[in-house]
């Protein structure tokens, strides 16, 4: 794990105390405002990508808060990333139907292609996995989606290829 306040290998470290200062300059702009937590961790996220415990210090000084009360929020929301997110997501639903009809067998096959766990990205930095507990496509089930296309009926052998077929389009792309 990465130490509070030092930058992540290869970083671009003048680039990073750019963006440390700019998260600085909005939490301090929020300071004393009533019910601006979320808000500022949703601007913060925008500007640094993700919310590294370094990076919540920071909002948590600025905004006279605890540290313990910041991490609270940034890790109850899902939509609030502790470690650097994929150049994709990946959402698997295991709302109702889509549990009741083998989501648990996708989650288990996208772990094992992955390498990573539920909640994490990929070392390559290409995939984040995440669950939703419905993607609305309950007549499809088990669905799951990468960034806006969502994959149908989805059976556990099928996965290896729909993941391979991202980074192909993303090779192609890069031509």
């Given amino acids: 794990m990465m130490e ?3 930058p992540a290998a290869g970083c671009d470290c003048q680039n990073d105390e750019v963006l440390l200062e700019r998260i600085r300059q909005v939490a301090a702009q929020q300071k004393g405002k009533e019910g601006n937590l979320i808000q500022v961790l949703h601007m913060v ?3 640094y990508g993700y919310l590294p415990l370094h990076v919540q210090e920071i909002v948590a000084i ?3 808060l ?4 910041v991490s609270g929020v940034a890790s ?3 939509f609030f990333s502790t470690e650097p997110r994929g150049k994709h997501t ?4 295991l709302g109702t139907a889509c549990y009741v009809r083998g989501g648990v067998t996708i989650v288990d096959a996208l772990e094992k292609a992955l390498g990573v766990t539920l909640g994490h990205t990929t070392k390559d930095g290409m ?3 995440e669950v939703a507990r419905c993607i609305g496509a309950c007549g499809l089930a088990p669905a799951m989606s990468i960034d806006a296309t969502v994959y149908p009926h989805v059976k556990a052998d099928e996965v290896k290829g729909i993941l391979q077929s991202w980074y192909d389009k993303d090779a ?3 031509v």
């Avoid at 605890?66 to 009360?69: A, D, Q, R, T, Y």
């Avoid at 990946?90 to 639903?93: M, N």
């Fill in 4 to 6: 509070a306040n030092k």
């Fill in 45 to 47: 996220q925008a500007v």
């Fill in 62 to 64: 600025e905004l006279g």
């Fill in 66 to 69: 605890s540290l313990s009360e």
């Fill in 76 to 78: 109850f929301y899902s």
């Fill in 90 to 93: 990946i959402r698997i639903c």
């Fill in 127 to 129: 995939f984040s996995f």
């Fill in 172 to 174: 192609e792309e890069a």
